[in-house]
């Protein structure tokens, strides 16, 4: 046995591929968007692959493409206005198969110096739009996601606020620090607290004013009541764009606070970030150039596909301390450059930039600035819609994730999961449902635009489909 395909089969296969990857990205419209299968049906299928004997490649494609259609929620899809998922760049899918082909191995410099640059050189010009000041300060990696940028934040605060805590340990420094976040911040900080030693315990949470931001005089008397008891304050996270209600921040106020009490502010901006890429709606998230720190995903709004989070710093020393280690069979390298390897949690790695790269080359910044301002325009469509047809939408915010309800669906007269379960079979869209207090008493639908793909014509499908279903009830 061979462990290549023969010339000729490869190219059969190639074709092949080239026909789905087309099929797929002109045509997703056409599969349902939600699957309705169980577990039982999946590991069946999946027990026909016993790995005993080889199976021609054309055969697992195949089968395999068959599965991914009939068995996966299809975010790509126009009429997907769910979680902050992507539809992918065609240009990304590209990126993505030429680094698995070549395998730059990302941990050294060395052994990539155009992968490695190529990635700065994004980095450090998504920094810019963030309005960072991009010079010998300045910091930012890719990671797996804005989880990872997350703890990676946490990281970098500690070892700036207590050097010692890398060689010491946490028991050692003396103090019990303790991080803020609102009732509406992304729970990737629970796990934060946990991987970093700190515990779920050290995590604060403010509560919300009533338009869902963080209420900075709440912030002020927690960390107050804290230092009385005994608690030091370390790092403060202001969310860009909450992940159920969309909601940004007082980003000035808490930049402010920080800066006087010598706190790390971090920004999750993780969704919401990329409305830097236009002049005009990157003002709502005035004062995230002032954080100590900010994550961002492109793989959510800037629609490229998993895995890429990117993390950004203004304290490179930092980040020294909290990811610095050398080790002998390491290549060397010249001193100006980034080794992965030494900044962030990863070792070997592979290319994340490259579709990132790709996308800001195939759509340019004006491509960009569209990217957001369609967007923002079809929220405001949705909004009005849902108001003119006697919908109520319970978040405040400019950005395009609206969370609604119906006077029918709160006398009890109908349940969400009904309207849910029938639209979902209706299989042209697909919504999510959301809480909008951390008890989950205030329920809604909830719908977001940053598909790509997603145009008029799907919102307004929407709306009439959510019509039609209310009425029958
Ligand atoms: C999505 C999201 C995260 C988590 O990012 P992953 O890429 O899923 O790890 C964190 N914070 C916010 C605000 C998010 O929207």
């Not at 608690?231 to 606070?257: F, K, N, R, S």
């Not at 990157?282 to 995230?288: A, D, P, S, V, W």
Request: charged residues 15%; hydrophobic residues 45%; contains cysteine.
């Amino acid at each position: 046995m061979t462990l290549t395909p023969a010339y000729e089969t490869a190219q059969q296969l190639l074709e092949q591929l080239q026909a789905e990857i087309l099929q797929h990205f002109y045509h997703a419209r056409e599969l349902p968007i939600f699957p309705n299968v169980s577990s039982s049906e999946v590991r069946t299928h999946l027990a026909a692959f016993d790995f005993s004997e080889p199976l021609p490649l054309m055969q697992v494609l195949g089968e395999s493409v068959a599965a991914l259609r009939k068995y996966t929620v299809h975010i790509t899809h126009p009429g997907y206005m769910g979680l902050f998922n992507p539809a992918v760049s065609f240009s990304s899918v590209l990126a993505d198969a030429l680094i698995s082909l070549y395998n730059p191995q990302l941990a050294a410099w060395s052994h990539s110096p155009w992968a490695n640059e190529m990635e700065q050189h994004t980095l450090r010009y998504i920094g810019g739009k963030l309005g960072m000041a991009v010079d010998e300060n300045f910091s930012a990696s890719y990671t797996a996601g804005g989880s990872e940028a997350n703890h990676s934040a946490l990281l970098a605060a500690l070892a700036h606020a207590y050097p010692e805590y890398v060689t010491e340990g946490l028991a050692a420094i003396g103090v019990r620090p303790v991080v803020y976040v609102s009732e509406q911040a992304h729970n990737s900080f629970d796990k934060v607290c946990k991987h970093t030693g700190l515990g779920t315990r050290a995590l604060r949470t403010v509560p919300t004013t009533p338009d869902l931001k963080l209420d900075v005089d709440a912030l002020r008397q927690m960390m107050q009541a804290d230092r009385a008891a005994g608690y030091t304050p370390l790092m403060v996270v202001g969310t860009a764009g909450t992940t159920a209600a969309g909601i940004i921040d007082p980003l000035p106020e808490l930049a402010l606070l920080c800066n006087s009490e010598n706190l790390w502010l971090h920004v999750d901006a993780a969704w919401a970030g990329v409305v830097a890429f236009h002049d005009e709606y990157r003002t709502l998230l005035q004062g995230i150039a002032d954080a100590d720190s900010i994550t961002v995903d492109a793989h959510k709004w800037l629609s490229v596909p998993y895995g890429a989070g990117m993390f950004f710093t203004r304290h490179r020393s930092a980040v020294d301390v909290a990811f610095g280690v050398t080790a002998s069979y390491m290549p060397p390298s010249p001193a100006d450059i980034v080794n992965p390897f030494q900044t962030t949690l990863h070792w070997s790695r592979r290319c994340i930039g490259l579709k990132v790269f790709f996308t800001l080359c195939e759509w340019g910044e004006a491509g960009l600035a569209e990217l957001v301002a369609r967007k923002m325009q079809l929220g405001e469509r949705l909004r009005a819609q849902l108001t003119e047809s006697g919908w109520q939408f319970l978040n405040r915010t400019a950005l395009p994730v609206v969370c609604f309800t119906h006077p029918k669906l709160e006398d009890g007269a109908t349940t969400r999961q009904q309207v849910l379960q029938d639209l979902y079979a209706l299989g042209d869209v697909w919504i999510s449902e959301a809480a909008l207090d951390p008890k989950g008493n205030t329920r809604c639908l909830r719908a977001c635009i940053t598909n790509y793909k997603t145009t008029e014509a799907e919102v307004d499908t929407l709306v009439r489909q959510l019509n039609g279903l209310i009425e029958k009830m």
